[in-house]
Each structure stands twice: as C-alpha cells, then as structure tokens.
C-alpha cells in the first residue's frame, strides 16, 4: 500500500487548510483498513491527530486538536482527509497519513503545515 499526502502550505494563525491523502495499491478491503493523520514538529516526537478505525467505526482525536481538525474518508476513492480548522502556531508540523490493516501499518510521505502567528 502506498500513501500520499498532500495539501500542507502556510497559512496565518486562525486559519484553515484541508490535507488530503490518496491510497493505491494492494488494499484488500478499504472499509476495514484505518486510516490516520499523525504529526511531527521538530525536535518532538510523532503524535497522533486523529484516527479513523474504520468505515463505520469510532473515531479519535488527540487532546490539542479536538473540536478544531475533523478527519473524514471516501472509500469510494481511496481517500482520507483531514480538515484543520482554527489553527494555532503550535499546529505547525510535518502531517503523516497512515494505514492500518489487521497488523500491517503503512505510512506515507508527510506534507508540511506552517501556522504563522
């Protein structure tokens, strides 16, 4: 399975971006697989913003992001978005997508968000 995201750019404290993050290759049921969006800031470690489990199945949020960024899929077209919404310079990352079938973990590139203040 290969990910690419997309979607990152600069954008000014309080504003809004949607990233985007296209799947292809050998996926074998699209409805079960999970997919997610992490970030990485510099010199922190990786954490989670938000994953979707499955089509039809619960979904989380990390703590600093809920109620600001919604993640949404379309199975139909292989895609996982993620709308973020008010950000803050603390959101300024590298945005990892991420798929999850049964024990097998994939990760794309990451597209880069910069919030100025």
């Known amino acids: 399975v290969q990910l690419q995201a997309y979607g990152g750019g600069l954008v000014q404290a309080g504003g809004s971006l949607r990233l985007s993050c296209v799947a292809s290759g050998s996926i074998f049921s699209i409805k079960n697989t999970g997919f997610g969006w992490y970030r990485q800031a510099p010199g922190k470690q990786r954490e989670l913003v938000a994953f979707s489990s499955s089509s039809d199945g619960p979904t989380i949020y990390g703590d600093s992001v809920k109620g600001r960024f919604t993640i949404s899929r379309d199975d139909a077209k292989n895609m996982v978005y993620l709308q973020l919404n008010d950000l803050k310079p603390e959101d300024t990352a590298v945005y990892y997508c991420?798929?999850?079938?049964?024990?097998?973990?994939?990760w794309g590139q990451g597209t880069l968000v910069t919030v100025s203040s």
């Open positions: 991420n798929a999850v079938y049964i024990i097998q973990t994939y």
